[in-house]
């Protein structure tokens, strides 16, 4: 296990390393940046700030820096915001992670649930009428859905608000803000459930189906267990192996915001921020997330190899 | 003896897109008190699912018991409900499969899953559990009963993993264990050792057991009632010495014929010609007409029913009908 995760280090080192360099030469060989763009700026000063920010060096030199700069923990200063990139991150990112955490805890949840007993009751007229709605809910666009749900329950029956992460103007502290933004989530949440939780449900299923089918599965019956057991103890164990690798895929999801969500219902998370950046050419701050997001997702599949690794005793190092 | 086990004309079909199979065709067997009961016959003939019918655990949409009987101490097993059934499986009816390597669940340790039915059905605590675990690993013939315990399937042998499952079978002390070819995936010295733990542990605990093997050897060594099934009927059924001295049926003879005799070496084993037919395309017939030596014009037609003969014997073949000998 040692000399594997030595291994394993080495290789995400060399990853990373390859990536820092598309993402850098990448953006840096994209013309124009964020002083370009200030049509208000004069010439001089335009040579000025690059100077200051060390825009006019050698792109190699500037690649140096950067990823020192990086080992450092500081990924950048935003020129658009004055602010650096790891306090914008700071702001953002928990908002997108709020969002994210508990829309991927119940993704999941539903997603176990259903897919057990769909297949369980494969053929059913349960399963069916399953099937139907995940195919329904998968081909909805987002945008659709969540406009659709702010129609029917914000504009139409006033029961939760449209946009948001707290009501405006609102001082509310403790318990209070807590219940504010639950109240705010509740939306986005579900529209993020629904989107997602189609594809893992089918694949729970299909898993299960295959599962409850071996000869183990005949032996816990036989063994007089309860049918729970059966199928959330025996079955399910075995269902999951291959999918404790998908959860450290979701890692980086669960920073990494959603552009299209967040737009929506007006969510103060990195997505937007993200955006905005865009339009901008704020490039430190695109730069960073990117790399960020480079990193989450190398350390995610660690985890998914290291999970793998210790749930199925048969892959044991 | 007083039977334990009471089967009346069971029948288990499935319903397939080819047609209905008749696994199970109108059985009616008993076993008694402390009896081993063996059912042979040749592969497809509806051993195993006479097995399933009676742990209720026939599977698939398409499969079920649709006619008979099972009279389990009195109790018929068809009429009780799920809930009632579950609670005797594993505690007074318990089973061993044919296939020890993929019989038990890869992820669960061996001690584990020899635990869940002992609390289940014998309401041990953990503790009271894992020390009648350790006795039972024991108990079926594996050293080192802790390490054994804590590791998980894929780290045992063959042969460990089915004693494995009869310590699971065994250990809420059933009334009747179900061996279905319990040795058929095993190589032969661990095959003997396998059947000798199993005798051993009956002769202790005076259970009942209904052994299916298509190893006659193994029915000679085990058995005190031998049952003989071609395709989902019996077709001759009697104690275990009559009948390996006089068996009657076509079919048991050329079983007992196919069997090879030590000191005896023959230029080719013997093997009864033709395959059992089909079950989509039985019509009214004597099943085993098409392979038998001593076929009558009557069994192309009419189906012969399972009729005492001599000596607690019974046999369903037209050569023992007397009505069958003038048509
Ligand atoms: N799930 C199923 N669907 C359809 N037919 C089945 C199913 N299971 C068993 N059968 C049929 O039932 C018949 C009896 O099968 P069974 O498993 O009882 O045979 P067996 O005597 O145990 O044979 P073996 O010695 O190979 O184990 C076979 O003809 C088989 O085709
Ligand atoms: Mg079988």
């Known amino acids: 296990m040692r000399t594997y995760l030595l291994r394993r280090c080495l290789y995400m080192i060399m990853i990373l390393l390859g990536a820092s360099m598309l993402i850098f030469f990448l953006y840096s060989l994209t013309p124009g940046d964020y002083v370009d763009n200030n049509m208000n700026l004069s010439e001089q000063r335009k040579a000025e700030l690059r100077e200051i920010h060390g825009l006019d060096r050698p792109i190699i030199e500037r690649y140096i820096n950067w990823m020192a700069n990086i080992f450092k923990g500081d990924f950048g200063y935003s020129l658009a915001q004055q602010r650096s990139v790891i306090d914008l991150f700071q702001d953002y990112i928990w908002n997108s992670f709020l969002l994210a955490v508990v829309a991927t805890f119940f993704t999941w949840f539903f997603a176990v649930v259903i897919g057990v007993l769909t297949a369980y009751k494969q053929y059913s007229l349960f399963d069916t009428l399953v099937m139907i709605g995940i195919f329904a809910a998968m081909s909805i666009p987002s945008f659709f859905i969540g406009l659709f749900l702010i129609k029917v329950f914000a504009v139409d029956l006033k029961l939760l608000p449209p946009g948001g992460m707290i009501t405006t103007g609102s001082r509310a502290v403790g318990w209070e803000y807590i219940k504010d933004v639950l109240h705010h989530m509740l939306l986005p949440v579900a529209v993020m459930v629904m989107l997602g939780v189609g594809s893992l449900t089918r694949y729970f299923r299909s898993n299960m189906l295959d599962v409850i089918k071996q000869d183990y599965v005949r032996t816990a019956r036989a063994k007089g267990l309860k049918e729970r057991s059966v199928l959330f103890r025996h079955a399910l164990k075995n269902a999951m192996l291959p999918a404790i690798t998908l959860v450290g895929f979701e890692l980086p999801g669960l920073f990494g915001g959603s552009i299209i969500i967040e737009k929506i219902f007006n969510w103060p998370g990195i997505g937007q921020l993200y955006m905005q950046s865009f339009t901008v050419r704020d490039y430190p701050l695109l730069m960073g997330f990117t790399m960020f997001i480079a990193i989450l997702t190398v350390i995610g599949t660690l985890i998914s190899d290291i999970l793998y690794h210790t749930s199925d005793p048969r892959v044991r190092l | ?327």
């Open chain 2, 1 to 327: 003896m007083k039977s334990l086990l009471k089967i009346n004309n069971l029948s288990t079909h499935f319903h397939t897109e080819a047609g209905p199979i008749k696994a199970v065709n109108d059985v009616s067997f008993r076993i008694g008190e402390g009896e081993t009961v063996c059912i042979v016959g040749e592969s497809g003939c509806g051993k195993s699912i006479t097995a399933m019918s009676v742990m209720g655990l026939v599977e698939g949409p398409n499969g079920r018991v649709v006619n008979g009987q099972i009279l389990f101490d009195g109790k018929d097993l068809l009429q009780i409900g799920k809930e009632e059934l579950r609670r005797i499986r594993g505690n007074d009816i318990s089973i061993i499969f044919q296939e020890p390597m993929s019989s038990l669940n890869p992820v669960i340790t061996i001690g584990k899953q020899i635990m869940e039915p002992l609390m289940l059905h014998q309401r041990l605590n953990k503790k009271q559990a894992y020390a009648r675990t350790i006795e039972l690993i024991e108990l079926v013939g594996i050293p080192r009963a802790e390490q054994i315990a804590s590791s998980y399937p894929h780290e045992l042998s063959g042969g460990m993993l089915q004693r494995i499952m009869i310590a699971i079978a065994i250990s809420c002390g059933p009334k009747l264990l179900i061996a279905d070819e319990p040795t058929t995936a095993l190589d032969v010295t661990i095959q003997a050792q396998v059947l000798e733990t199993l005798r051993q542990i009956k002769e202790q605990s005076k259970m009942s057991m209904m052994l299916i093997t298509h190893d006659l050897g193994v029915v000679a060594e085990m058995a005190d009632y031998v049952i003989v099934m071609y395709a989902g009927k019996i077709v001759e059924q009697g104690g275990v010495v009559e009948l390996f001295e006089h068996p009657k049926h076509p079919y048991t003879r050329g079983l007992l014929k196919s069997k090879p005799v030590i000191g005896q070496r023959l230029e080719q084993l013997y093997s009864i010609p033709g395959q059992v037919p089909n079950p989509l395309e039985l019509v009214e017939s004597c099943y085993f007409h098409d392979r038998c030596e001593s076929c009558l014009p009557v069994c192309h037609t009419r189906q012969p029913q399972l009729k005492k003969s001599g000596d607690g014997q019974q046999v369903a073949c037209w050569l023992y009908e007397e009505e069958a000998q003038y048509e």
